[in-house]
């Protein structure tokens, strides 16, 4: 699993994250519903590469201090929620997940 440790964008500096970007046009995408713990919601988007070539670069120094691989089973413990939410619902073919929202 490819992770970005962020850096210098006022949320969540210095926690690992999953890496983020825009949505083309057709393409689909599983979601993870999250609520902040101040109760603002956000929708996170997932991807599964199912093939790519070269090597990742950070692509943005200025927003991520680094990039870098972990095995599902060894995620790092400072991992933002919503990313574990979505990596979870991926492990086990959920497409939709719920993540800070009170249960029932």
Request: with cysteine.
């Amino acid at each position: 699993m490819l992770l970005l440790l962020r850096a210098n964008t006022g949320f969540a500096d210095g926690s690992w994250s999953v890496p983020g970007g825009c949505l083309d046009a057709g393409e689909p995408f599983l979601l993870c519903h999250h609520a902040n713990p101040d109760g603002q919601a956000r929708i996170g988007v997932f991807f599964a590469a199912t093939r790519w070539s070269g090597e990742p670069v950070n692509a943005e120094p200025g927003k991520c201090d680094k990039i870098d691989w972990f095995p599902f089973d060894e995620l790092p413990g400072d991992l933002l929620t919503c990313g574990r939410t979505g990596i979870d619902a991926y492990r086990h073919g959920r497409p939709f997940s719920l993540d800070g929202w009170p249960a029932g």
